[in-house]
């Protein structure tokens, strides 16, 4: 259904209602204005090792803290033939882990840091997908713009840095016959991770508070950490899990006492004297 759906867009340029979903007939609408071809066999070569080093180098900080994370995901994953692989905020790809060999060589070589999947070079794939979306996104084996594709799935988030912006992608890239349904919430829970320590690197040294509506949340992947200036000026929340208290990433400027019904110095005493470090707004 989805390669009839496929042929039916490439030859007429539409697509049967509910065949693909809305984000898939979005960014093959984007390829194909890219003047991405779908019979392309010449795959994008490779950054330039100068390139290549220059680009990790400014992504060192990012890489750092998802190597860990992307290692529990390949522990996960053994023996699945899948590839974990961390991308800059323009699909360029980072760091990966796993084992590509189940791909053709082409493949093999496009999986690699110093590859770009943007949709202005690869259609549409995960990576490059997730990246115009801003949303989670899975691309399984016909949804890729190249037919050379056809035989992937992968599952990609966007990594929002604290103030909202894409400053990566996480994918889990497979053989199609393989893919399970729950490996875009494995990539999900682990993008949580990433940005939680990329929030607590940034704001490490400001005053952070801890929300969620349960208090055994709190300290958990499903909390707010809300981030203060010593004056009580809001600087940054969490992005996947600030809309639990109606923001938006990026979008709010103001004081403490504007999201919560209390004093900033009276809770900051409180934060500071509570055993647990846990109190009550």
């Given amino acids: 259904a989805i390669r009839r759906a496929y042929g039916q867009f490439l030859n007429q340029g539409r697509v049967p209602r509910g065949s693909v979903p809305d ?7 984007r390829s ?6 779908g019979d392309r066999i010449r795959e994008i070569g490779r ?30 994953l053994a023996g699945s033939g899948s590839v974990v692989l961390l991308c800059s905020g323009d699909g360029f790809i980072l760091h990966s882990m796993g084992d590509p060999d189940f791909l053709p060589k082409a493949q093999h070589i496009a999986l690699k840091p110093g590859v770009c999947w943007a949709e202005n070079q690869k259609g549409t794939n995960a990576i490059g997908t997730a990246i115009v979306e801003r949303q989670p996104v899975v691309v399984y084996a016909g949804h890729h713009f190249i037919r050379q594709n056809h035989f992937l799935a992968c599952s990609a988030a966007p990594v929002l840095d604290p103030f909202g912006d894409v400053a ?29 320590q990329m929030f607590q690197h940034r704001f490490g040294r400001d005053i ?63 934060l500071r004297s509570a055993s647990n470090s846990t109190f009550l707004i």
């Fill in 32 to 37: 194909m204005a890219f003047g991405v071809t």
């Fill in 168 to 196: 990566g992608v996480l994918d889990i890239t497979c053989d199609y016959r393989y893919h399970q349904r729950h490996t875009l919430a494995l990539v999900q829970m682990s993008v949580r991770v990433i940005e939680r």
């Fill in 47 to 76: 950054a330039d090792e100068t390139t290549l080093r220059v680009t990790l180098n400014q992504y060192g900080g990012l890489i750092h803290l998802a190597a860990p994370v992307m290692q529990n995901l390949h522990l996960q």
């Fill in 208 to 270: 952070v508070f801890n929300v969620h509506p349960e208090r055994s949340y709190l300290g958990s992947p499903f909390d707010v950490q809300v981030a203060f200036s010593s004056d009580g000026e809001f600087l940054s929340a969490t992005p996947a899990t600030c809309d639990q208290i109606g923001l938006r990433p990026g979008e709010f400027h103001g004081r403490f006492e504007e999201l919560f019904d209390a004093p900033f110095e009276h809770s900051l005493d409180k």
């Fill in 23 to 29: 984000y898939i007939e979005r960014s093959w609408r």
